[in-house]
């Protein structure tokens, strides 16, 4: 199990250090794995991390919405890709071919 009050400030250095005065950019799905990802990097630099979420017209209702909110601290960057991904989409009946696009 990881405790938490010791695995934080660890990543949050590393971060830190691998960045130095760099700026970084995240891919923020809001799912657990890039929602840790994006907060400790946050606190690690702060303005410099630019994270980008996109909205694909495919999320769970009120989802973009929940994120927008729980990541409001940050400077998030939300694209609205609904009628890009939904084009892509038309005409494609075969979940295994929509999923490899």
């Known amino acids: ?9 660890k990543a949050v250095e590393k971060i830190s250090q691998e960045i130095k005065d760099g700026r970084a950019i995240i891919a923020l799905s809001g799912g657990v794995d890039s929602s840790v990802c994006a907060e400790l990097a946050y606190r690690a630099i702060g303005d410099r991390l630019q994270p980008i979420y996109i909205d694909t017209g ?12 729980i990541f409001s601290h940050m400077n998030l960057d939300i694209v609205y890709a609904k009628d890009r ?10 979940p295994e071919e929509k999923g490899r696009l």
């Open 85 to 94: 991904f939904l084009a892509s989409l038309k005409d494609i009946t075969d």
């Open 1 to 9: 199990m990881v405790k938490t009050e010791k695995f934080i400030p």
């Open 58 to 69: 495919l999320m769970r209702k009120g989802e973009t919405e929940r994120i927008k909110h």
